[in-house]
C-alpha cells in the first residue's frame, strides 16, 4: 500500500492513502466490506480506503493491523479499545487520524486548499470571523474561508461524540481565523474543552481537532 502521506500531527498519527490504490494491501476484514456494501460502488471504495489509513495509522502506533473498524451509529468509525480515530476524504485521498484514547475524541478534516469558485463564506463564518478576513484580497479571505471550514468539520467530528447532533456552522467560532494557531470558541453550555490545529501540506489544509468533557 502507497501512503499519500504519514504525519505526526497535534492531535494523532495521520496517513493518507489513495482511494484507488492497486496496491490496496491485504483483503478487507469482511466486517468493513460488509458495512461497504451498504454503499455505492464509488462511496464503498472511499469508505474502505478511509479504513486502510485508519489501521496504517494505527499500526504504525503498535495497534493491532489487522483489526476491522466499525462505525458507530452516526458514522464516526469505531477504532478498537484503547484507541480514537477520525477519517477524511478528498477526490482521491482517503486520509486516517488515530491516537492512543487519554479522554479525548479526535477529528480529521481534509480540503483543497485552493478558493473554490463558490463564496462559502456566509455559511461558514460567523459575521465577526467574517468582518476579521474582510480587508484580506478576494483570494487570500477564500482560502482562510476553506481555512475555516476544514477547521470546524475536525471540530464537528471531534465534538459529536459528546453533542450527538447537528453543529451548525455559526455554533462554533475561531477566535481570530487569519492567526496561524486556531483557538476554537464554542458554548460554556456543552462542557467541552476543544482544540484545533490545521497546517498546509501540498495543495491541502489538514485540520484536526481533539474534544473532551471539562
Ligand atoms: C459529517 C461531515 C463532517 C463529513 O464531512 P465531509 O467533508 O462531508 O466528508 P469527509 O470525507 O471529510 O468525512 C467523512 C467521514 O466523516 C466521518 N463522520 C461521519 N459522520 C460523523 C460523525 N457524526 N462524527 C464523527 N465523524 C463522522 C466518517 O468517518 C466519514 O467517513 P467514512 O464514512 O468513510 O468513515 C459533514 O458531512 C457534516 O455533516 N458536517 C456537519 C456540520 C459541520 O461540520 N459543522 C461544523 C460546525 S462544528
Same mark, same amino acid.
Given at each position: 500500500m502507497t501512503r499519500a502521506f504519514a504525519l505526526e500531527l497535534a492531535h494523532g498519527r495521520a496517513v493518507a492513502v489513495a482511494i $484507488? $490504490?492497486?496496491?490496496? &494491501?491485504?483483503?478487507?476484514?469482511? =466486517?468493513? @466490506?460488509? @458495512?461497504?456494501?451498504?454503499? +455505492?460502488?464509488?462511496r464503498a471504495r472511499e469508505f474502505l480506503a478511509g479504513r486502510r489509513a485508519l489501521r496504517a495509522? @494505527? /499500526? =504504525? @502506533? *503498535? &495497534? $493491532? /493491523? &489487522?483489526?476491522?473498524? *466499525?462505525? +458507530?451509529?452516526r458514522g464516526a468509525p469505531l477504532l478498537p479499545a484503547g484507541w480514537v480515530g477520525s477519517v477524511s476524504h478528498k477526490r482521491d485521498l482517503a486520509a486516517g487520524l488515530v491516537t492512543a484514547d487519554r479522554g479525548w475524541t479526535i477529528g480529521l478534516d481534509l480540503e483543497a486548499r485552493a478558493p473554490r469558485p463558490i463564496d462559502i463564506a456566509r455559511r461558514v463564518m460567523t459575521a465577526r470571523e467574517a468582518a476579521a478576513v474582510a480587508a484580506l484580497d478576494d483570494d487570500a479571505r477564500r482560502r482562510l474561508v476553506v481555512r475555516t471550514f476544514a477547521i470546524k468539520e475536525a471540530v464537528y467530528k471531534a465534538i459529536d461524540p459528546h453533542l450527538g447532533r447537528y453543529v451548525g456552522f455559526h455554533e462554533v467560532a475561531l477566535r481570530d481565523p487569519r492567526a496561524d494557531a486556531a483557538i476554537v470558541e464554542v458554548p460554556d453550555a456543552w462542557g467541552l474543552e476543544v482544540?484545533?490545529?490545521c497546517q498546509a501540506h501540498g495543495d491541502h489544509w489538514l485540520a484536526t481537532a481533539r474534544a473532551r468533557r471539562r
Open positions: $484507488d $490504490d492497486a496496491d490496496a &494491501g491485504p483483503p478487507e476484514p469482511p =466486517e468493513e @466490506l460488509a @458495512l461497504a456494501r451498504q454503499f +455505492g460502488p464509488a495509522a @494505527l /499500526a =504504525e @502506533l *503498535g &495497534g $493491532d /493491523a &489487522g483489526v476491522a473498524i *466499525g462505525r +458507530g451509529p482544540e484545533a490545529t
